[in-house]
C-alpha cells in the first residue's frame, strides 16, 4: 500500500501540472486554508506533537524506501497503516472543532492568514486594565510575557493552566487570598499557561538594595530567556518591566503599552495588514475568472 504512494504523487503532481486551471488553483487555494484552519485549531494541544510525530514518521518512512532499507522500511509501513487508520480517531476533538467552525454563520468573511492582530489588541487590553487595577490597589504581581513556548524546568514549579487570558483570571490569581499569588503567571502569545511560577532570582551585585524578591525574579528571568517581565510592587503599587537584565520604571500605562506592543510584533502586524484576505475573496476571484472563462467560450462558439 505504502510502496506506491511515491509512485502515485508523481503520477497525479505531472497530471495536475499539465492540465492546471483556474479551478485547479481554486481547489489548492481552500485545501490550502483549510489545512492552515486545522492546524490553528491544534497549535498548542497536545494534537499538535501528536500531528509532529506523525509526520516525522512518514519521513523516515520515504528516507528507508529512499535508502532501500527493506526491514526497517516494513516496519515503518506497518506502523503507518496503523497509524492512517487511526488518525480520525486521534483528531476527533479537533476534527469537531473545525467542522464547527465551518459552520459558523458568515465564516467565509473571517481572516485566515493575518487575523493574529485582533487576538494581539485583545491581550494588550487585558494586560491594560489589569495592570491599571493591580496598581491602584497595590496589589503585588509578576507576569513573564513569552513569544515562544518555555521549555524551562522552572515552569515544573508552577500549576500549568493553560488558560485564555482574561483580565478578571489576572486579578483572581494575584488576589492575596489566593493560593497563587505569591508566584508568577507565564503567559505564551495568547495563553496563560502557568501560574505560581518560582522564576530564577538575579545575581547582580550591583542591584539596589530597595527591589523585592518580585523585581529581583523579573530581572533574573529575562537575563536567560527572551522574555517581557511585568511587576507591580506591593508597598508602592509602581509598575516596572525587565527585559534583557534590564529594569525600567514605568510612568505612564501607555509606556508600558507601547513596549508591549513591540515585543509582541504589533506594529510589523499592522503594516501587513493590508495583506489580509479573507476566504469569500478567494470564491469571488475564482468564480469570476470561471465565469469570464465560460462567457469568452461561449462568444468564439457563436
Known amino acids: 500500500m505504502i510502496g506506491t504512494i511515491p509512485k502515485f504523487l508523481t503520477e497525479s503532481f505531472s497530471e495536475t501540472m499539465v492540465s492546471l486551471n483556474y479551478i485547479n488553483i481554486l481547489e489548492i487555494l481552500v485545501i490550502v486554508a483549510i489545512i492552515y484552519q486545522f492546524y490553528k485549531l491544534i497549535t498548542g494541544t497536545q494534537a499538535e506533537q501528536l500531528l509532529k510525530g506523525i509526520l516525522i514518521l512518514f519521513l523516515a518512512l520515504l528516507l528507508s524506501k529512499l535508502f532501500k532499507l527493506q526491514i526497517l522500511g516494513k516496519i515503518l509501513e506497518s506502523v503507518v497503516n496503523i497509524v492512517i487508520f487511526s488518525i480520525v480517531v486521534i483528531f476527533q476533538p479537533e476534527l469537531r472543532r473545525l467542522f464547527g467552525y465551518l459552520g459558523q454563520q458568515g465564516f467565509l468573511r473571517k481572516p485566515i492568514f493575518n487575523d493574529k492582530k485582533s487576538d494581539i489588541t485583545l491581550i494588550i487590553k487585558d494586560f491594560s486594565e489589569s495592570i491599571k487595577y493591580l496598581s491602584k490597589s497595590h496589589t503585588g504581581a509578576l507576569i513573564v510575557l513569552q513569544k515562544n513556548q518555555a521549555s524551562e524546568s522552572f515552569l515544573d514549579v508552577g500549576i500549568n493552566l493553560d488558560s485564555i487570558i482574561s483580565t478578571e483570571l489576572i486579578l483572581t490569581i494575584f488576589h492575596p487570598n489566593t493560593p497563587l499569588h505569591d508566584g508568577a503567571i507565564v503567559i505564551n502569545e495568547d495563553r496563560i499557561i502557568a501560574a505560581g511560577v518560582l522564576l530564577p532570582l538575579t545575581e547582580d551585585p550591583n542591584l539596589s538594595w530597595k ?92
Open 211 to 302: 527591589y523585592g524578591t518580585r523585581h529581583r525574579a523579573a530581572i533574573g528571568m529575562s537575563e536567560i530567556a527572551d522574555c517581557l517581565c511585568i511587576v507591580v510592587s506591593e508597598e508602592t503599587g509602581e509598575v516596572s518591566y525587565a527585559q534583557k537584565g534590564k529594569l525600567k520604571k514605568v510612568e505612564e500605562l501607555e509606556v508600558l503599552t507601547s513596549e508591549i506592543k513591540d515585543y509582541l510584533g504589533y506594529s510589523e502586524m499592522k503594516q501587513e495588514q493590508a495583506g489580509r484576505f479573507h476566504l469569500n475573496n478567494i470564491f469571488n476571484t475564482g468564480l469570476s475568472k470561471y465565469h469570464e472563462k465560460i462567457w469568452k467560450k461561449n462568444k468564439s462558439d457563436k
